[in-house]
C-alpha cells in the first residue's frame, strides 16, 4: 500500500498532491491518502475520484494551518500502524517540507522531487537536481520510500474508486506546533486564478521598475482570465507576495500561456515556467538568456510593449 500527502490550505486542494495520487497509483493497486486538519476532510470525494480508497484524516486542535513539523509527527503515527511500502506527497516547497520532517524523525533517507519511481530492494529514483538542470538516478536503501513526485512529471488521471474516510487524533508535543502561521500577508493582492491553476500568466520581473507598474501585468492578466507571477527580485523588494513567485524557491507552474516581461531567465526562474505550453518574452536586451526559451519575443520596453498588447486584446473583445 501506498500512502500519498494530500496537501491543502484550510481545505483548499493542491492540485499537484492529485498528480501525486495517480503516481501512486502506477506503483501499487493499493493507495490511501491522509490530510492534515480537519478542514481537509472534504477532500474526500475528489481522493476518490483519483484513486484512494481511503482518506485518513489527522485532527488536532492545533492542526488548522500550515504546520509542517506537526504533518511529520502526524504521518509518523499513521505509518507506525498502516506500514505502507512508500510515503509520497507533490514535490512543492510544503511536499518536500512536511516529508522531510517525516524523514527526519524516523531517521530514514527522503529522495525529493522525483519523475521517475521503481519500488525495489533498493528502491530507484530519478530526481531533479541543480533546479531540474540536472535528472538523476539515485538508489534509496530503505524499507519505506519516502519520495516526493517532481511538479507536472506525471498527469493527474482519474481512476474512481469508493473510498471512506477514518479519522484519527494526531498526538502531538508543544514542540511540533512551534512553526505554524502567525498572520498571511499579500493575500489582497491575490487576484482571479490562483497561480498553479492559472492557464495564462502574466509575469514581472526587476525589469517592470517598481510596484506600482505591475498595474499593467494585473490589467493584461484579469483580459485573459489570468494570474500575476514575478521573479525572486521582485518578492524580495517587496514588490509582490512570495505566493506570486515562480521558480525553484516559488511555485512551479505549467500555464498554456507563460508571458514574461522583463525577467531576464535565471535558471532558478526557468525551474518553474518552463512546463508552460507557450512563453512569451517581453524584454529590452536581445541578449537576455530567457530568449532561449522564448516561443515568440518582442523586443521592447514593456512599459510600452504591454499597454499596446492590452489594448489590442481588448479591440478583438469588442
Ligand atoms: C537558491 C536560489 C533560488 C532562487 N529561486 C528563484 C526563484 O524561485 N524564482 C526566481 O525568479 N529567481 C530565483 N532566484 C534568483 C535568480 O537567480 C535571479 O536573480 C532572478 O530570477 C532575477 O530576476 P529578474 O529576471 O527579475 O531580474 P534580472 O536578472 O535583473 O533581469 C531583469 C530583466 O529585465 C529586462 N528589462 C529591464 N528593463 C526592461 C523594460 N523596461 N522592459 C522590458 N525588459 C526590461 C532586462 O533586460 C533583464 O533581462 C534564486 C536564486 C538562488 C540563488
Known amino acids: 500500500m501506498i ?10 486542494l493542491d492540485a499537484l498532491s492529485l498528480r501525486a495520487l495517480t503516481a ?37 486542535d492545533g492542526l488548522t494551518d500550515y504546520t509542517p513539523a506537526a504533518s511529520g509527527r502526524a504521518l509518523v503515527q499513521l505509518v507506525s500502524t498502516l506500514k505502507p511500502e512508500a510515503v509520497l506527497a507533490a514535490g512543492t516547497p510544503r511536499g518536500n517540507e ?37 535528472m ?14 517532481l511538479a507536472f512529471a506525471v498527469e493527474a488521471e482519474p481512476s474512481p474508486v469508493s473510498s471512506v474516510v477514518q479519522d484519527f487524533d494526531a498526538v502531538l508535543e508543544p514542540i ?19 497561480l498553479a491553476d492559472a492557464k495564462v500568466i502574466v509575469s514581472g ?16 492578466a484579469s483580459l485573459l482570465d489570468g494570474a500575476v507571477g514575478c521573479s525572486r527580485v521582485v518578492t524580495s523588494s517587496g514588490w509582490r507576495p512570495h505566493a506570486e513567485q515562480v ?41 537576455a538568456p530567457i530568449l ?10 514593456l512599459h510600452k510593449v504591454l499597454p499596446a498588447l492590452t489594448e489590442a486584446i481588448k479591440a478583438t473583445k469588442g
Not at 274 to 287: A, C, G, H, L, R
Request: glycine share 12%; charged share 20%; hydrophobic share 45%.
Open 292 to 301: 532561449a526559451y522564448a516561443d515568440y519575443a518582442i523586443i521592447g520596453d
Open 136 to 149: 538523476e538516478q539515485a538508489l534509496v536503501h530503505s524499507e519505506l520510500l519516502i519520495a516526493t513526485v
Open 247 to 287: 521558480g525553484q524557491t516559488g511555485t512551479k507552474v505549467a500555464p498554456d500561456l507563460y508571458i514574461a516581461a522583463g525577467i531576464s531567465g535565471a535558471m532558478q526562474h526557468i525551474a518553474g515556467c518552463k512546463n508552460s505550453k507557450t512563453i512569451v518574452v517581453i524584454n529590452t536586451d536581445p541578449e
Open 205 to 220: 520581473g526587476r525589469g517592470v521598475g517598481g510596484p506600482e507598474a505591475f498595474s499593467l501585468l494585473e490589467e493584461l
Open 98 to 134: 512536511q516529508l522531510a520532517h517525516l524523514a527526519t524523525i524516523l531517521d530514514l533517507p527522503m529522495a525529493a522531487e522525483c519523475s521517475e519511481i521503481t519500488l525495489g530492494n533498493p528502491h530507484t529514483v530519478v530526481r531533479a537536481r541543480w533546479a531540474a538542470n540536472l
Open 176 to 194: 511540533d506546533l512551534l512553526v505554524r502561521i502567525l498572520g498571511r500577508g499579500g493575500e489582497a493582492a491575490k487576484s482571479g486564478a490562483s
Open 24 to 60: 501512486a497509483r502506477k506503483l501499487s493497486d493499493e493507495v490511501h491518502a491522509v490530510v492534515i486538519g480537519s478542514a481537509g476532510a472534504g477532500l474526500s470525494t475528489i481522493v476518490g475520484e483519483y484513486g484512494a480508497s481511503v482518506l485518513h484524516v489527522a485532527h488536532h
Open 3 to 12: 500512502l500519498v500527502l494530500i496537501d491543502h490550505d484550510r481545505g483548499e
